[in-house]
């Protein structure tokens, strides 16, 4: 009785809304972020710069994978999930990756996002992710709206920070991804 080898075949395929690809790109870059932030993160923060890491890897990701709309919802709602190991305010991150997450994809979809320019992408999607916690965070604490322009240069220098860790990845990830 002769027996032949048998051939099993799997091609990836995705039909849902997020591809694994992409979900284990995000996954890979919020390790990393979470890693980061708790280490470089914390240690920076005496300066009076906060780097936040995972708004970094979302947004590199929506970057790398032009994510549309929904996809950005979904990385958003993921990262917001991990950085409630570390908020000072829970929930509230929610909200403001989700909404960040937005703009994000909507810069990259514009054109915005891409090419030469996840700098500037990153930059407004970190300053509206720290700005609307800044400003909820702030009312939500009990304390006058006013109060919140004291973390205007937290917002800023982290904007500008992960700006330049985006920009850094971008192009290197973006090769390694073939794109």
Do not use: C, H, W
């Not at 099993?8 to 932030?37: Q, R």
């Not at 403001?96 to 994809?105: F, G, H, I, Q, R």
């Amino acid at each position: 009785m002769a027996t032949e080898a048998r051939i099993v075949s799997a091609t990836a395929k995705s039909t849902g809304l997020v591809d694994i690809k992409s979900l284990v790109l995000l996954a890979i870059l919020l390790a990393a972020g979470f890693i980061l932030n708790m280490t470089l993160g914390n240690a920076l923060a005496i300066v009076g710069i906060k780097p936040q890491f995972i708004i970094a890897a979302y947004a590199l990701t929506i970057a790398l994978t032009n994510a549309n709309l929904g996809q950005a919802a979904i990385y958003g709602l993921l990262s917001a999930a991990v950085i409630q190991l570390t908020t000072s305010i829970p929930g509230l991150n929610f909200a403001t990756e989700l909404v960040a997450a937005l703009v994000m994809s909507a810069l990259v979809r514009t054109g915005v996002g891409r090419g030469l320019n996840p700098l500037v992408a990153a930059f407004l999607t970190t300053l509206v992710s720290g700005g609307l916690f800044a400003v909820a965070g702030t009312v939500m604490m009990g304390a006058e709206l006013a109060t919140a322009v004291v973390k205007v240069p937290i917002v800023l220098g982290t904007a500008v920070f992960n700006a330049a860790v985006v920009q850094a990845l971008f192009f290197p990830l973006n090769k390694v991804l073939g794109k």
